[in-house]
């Protein structure tokens, strides 16, 4: 089997699970109840619309999408898979690319997660608001989704490969990173989720605003301390790969 | 037995679970602090005590626990399947039992989490803190609030797990039911900290203990139902979900707790005692063609029963109408109704009473109801208009504790009567205190009073009372004793005295020779302040708060601007704003239209008086945040396209019309009065509104009047 068939086998047996069905169907429901019920209202009084409504509703639903993830990510760490890898390692392929193989599976799976949450936003902008200018909220998904994904990503796969038990661990903590107001918990720079930029934000522009369109600006310091959780997720997942696993 | 002693050994060896009870301590211990560290403003430096230490430790470290718990829980139960030791252990024990005994080792594992966490923050409050412990206050929220949030995580995912059989589906689960608890207004559903933000020093856990008890007793049902259900569907043996209940449903004492549960799950949660949908009075519903004259409550306070019973007695001039609409308060009973003397048929409905009246002039209407006070359904602990505790009662007249007549304000409304509560109590009545009966173990509190409105409460506590001597007026001052430390150094009745002269010098005389201005402490259960008639009541965080705040008196020059400095001028600035509704809603009826309202005056005067007392710069702090709230919602997407307000649902519609008004109430109004003070000068401003209050003084007042007398237009005022 080349690489690519691999892959393909490697995503449909994460996707095509009953596992995984529940944990969409779970998805769905949050997302419906986000939109109907707190992004429908517009985030701090601007429209249902905005950039900064759409950026507070990729807050709300980044704690679910990741927690998803670190599920599958359990499957790689399972007893089951740990037991079949002996075997696997017995042929010839290097830890390396099993490794790379199943984080090139995660990270499509992600893709293929957040898009549910993403395309019912889209869906139910178009129906209720007839607006379809989706173009614009791309840079927010991506800044917002993808540093957090890479970093948990990176520290996901280095608890699981020291003990799948903490890969659990990692979930409710997660969760809550994501859905807990943790601005004056955790350290202002410690923003997996960017939250505490948002928050922030909101402050300086929303509060005592002198008009109705404001738009949500991302500063170069938040955009380099997205790009510092890509480096060290990026840093954590080669650390993976390429450490050599006790016999 | 054995199996139990065994089990909880094996889960000492893993040593995962020393770690669980170790994170259990942290978080309870983290969670002393817990009310600085939210965005709670009004909690913000109060003083700790039993109270507030215990309840902010078991509110973090519930949230974080109950998770880790109910991982740690299916992560154990799942332990077999995923070692695929499962057939192995049941072809020598049963292992439905085992999974029991499994469980139970967990409980008794959260039985010392909560020990020690109990113990650790004694410990810290005793010797880092050096504050006499309560124990008390440690056994209620450990073991009411802190524990069964472990003991549900904990059925609530092994019945998930049992149910679905995987760890995965019944975690997320957990985590869906987590969320909705933490983010839940219904106290029903927040069984993981509950939904008080603090417990109340002055009034004790008794006035909402009683919820949190609820909805422990809800949570025991709905969590041993999910538990009942997850082993009515135990997989057994190789058997798939339906094989494997057709066995389980062969057990007569398991459907029997699943139809228990089941029955007082449901009961528990329809037959709900202490809430209702608090119904507001809306101007529209006033019937004009009756007026109010006359209003005589006899009202005796059973505190151990949490219960009033009394009649009140209700003078009406009917010009034409047949019937009278009351609203009512749902927890109250009626015993009957009289009308002129006869004893008549009504309608009740939901929240209301219809009396039919017969086509005479002079009407009267007698009352006697009883019952326990329902307080506000999303309101529970945060904003409670009306409770009756052990030590302390608080009635709000928007609770409808005394029926409210859906009628027209006469120019003048006699009131009379008496409240009955237990001796050791201080009850402050509104009006004039004519006289005290002691009656067995009561006390009856003699009333009168006249008016032009009839909004009276009934407010009670174990005080010390303090007559505040100001010029030739005495000012009533209830507080607690526990509170007079603080009182005394932050010289609060000083300010209050300065209040009064600034209101006198500027406005024009205190209302009434005969009804003295009493003000009394409240718990925080119901936030901020209020005023009914001559009485007005502080909640307990305003005279309540941490000793560091001392040095904000004796440190005048201090050059450090920190947020004790904030927190203390929004205390000073709502006391100054319930004395200034002395003049404004009390003493002149400011007719309500919006922006225009009792309200708006009220804010200007405790801003004029802060500025007076402390100068611009922190009188314009208060002006900014008005300014910024204003222009915020003007520039609110939905308020600027209301042709986009039938997209939502009528109950946000509600709550942004309601931010709407407020925001003009309390915001703008004050905003438009400084652009009047700026247009005539602030000499000729304060001169036109002593003229106002002469003139309106025991009257209604319109914003037209009130342009017109004060030679403002409306344009003048306008705030862009």
Redesign the interface.
Known sequence: MNNINLLKYEIKRMIIS??YL??IL?LIA?TYDSLTRLV???Y?????F?EWTYTFFIQLISSLVM??MI?MM?NIF??KELRARKILFSAPIPQSKYYMLKIAGLVVTFILTALVPIIMSFIYYKV??DYSQFIIFGKYIIWFLIPTFIFLLGVGMVLGKTSS?LL??L??MA??LG?M?TS??LPLWLDIFGQHFFEMSTFAE???????NISFDLSSDFIYSRLVFIFLGIILLVYTCFKREKE | MDLLKNEIKLMFKSK?IMLLILVSCVAVTIGINSLN???DFDLFYIRRSSSTIAFGAVKFGAS?SA??FG?FTV?ALDKDK???SKEIIGSNIDYHKLMIIRILAIVFYEVIATIIGMMAVIAIQKFVFSIPVNIFYYLFNYWIIFFPSLLFSTLIVSGLYLLTD?L??S???L??LF?KSLTSNNYLFTWVQTNLDIISDFAGIQPVGKTIIYNRLLWIFISVLIFGVGLLFKRRYEFHLKESFFINVKSRALIILVVIAVLGSGFTYIKEPYTMELIRNMENDIDENISLTGLRPEIVFDNEKGEIYGRVLYDFINKGSDSIKFHTNEGLSIDYIKVNGEEIEYNRTKGEVEVFIPNMKEIEIMISYGGKVKTDKNGVGRGMPGYISKDSIYLLENSNWIFRPLVKEGDSINISGYYSAPEYLTVVVPGRLIGTEIEGQLKKWIFEYNSHTADIGAFAGRYEKHEISFEDMNIEFYYSPRHKEYVQNMKIEEYIKDMMKYYIENIGDYYSDIYPLKIAEVALYKRGGHSSENVITISENMLNRDKNMYSLIEDENTQYRGMDIDVFMSDLSLIAHEIAHQWWGTGVKVVEDSPWSSEGLAQYFSYKYIQSEFGDMESSLFL?RW???V???N???????SE?LD???EK?RKS?EMEKLQSELYYLMPIKLLKGEEVLGEKEFLKGIEKVYKNYLYKDLTYEEFLKEMNLSEEAMEFE
């Open positions: 009953k596992k529940y944990m779970i949050f429908i209202g517009g701090y009084g601007t429209a249902p905005s927690s998803i599920f359990t399972n007893e209720l608001f038990k659990y661990g979930i409710p969760f809550l859905s107001n004056s918990i929303l509060f005592g605003r002198t008009s109705q | 995962l560290m939210s965005n974080i998770l880790l991982l992560l995923r070692k695929r995987s995965d589906i975690f997320i689960t985590g869906v969320v900014s300014e910024s709230r222009r915020e919602l520039n609110y997407y939905y308020l600027n396209n986009m997209k939502i649902n946000y942004l």
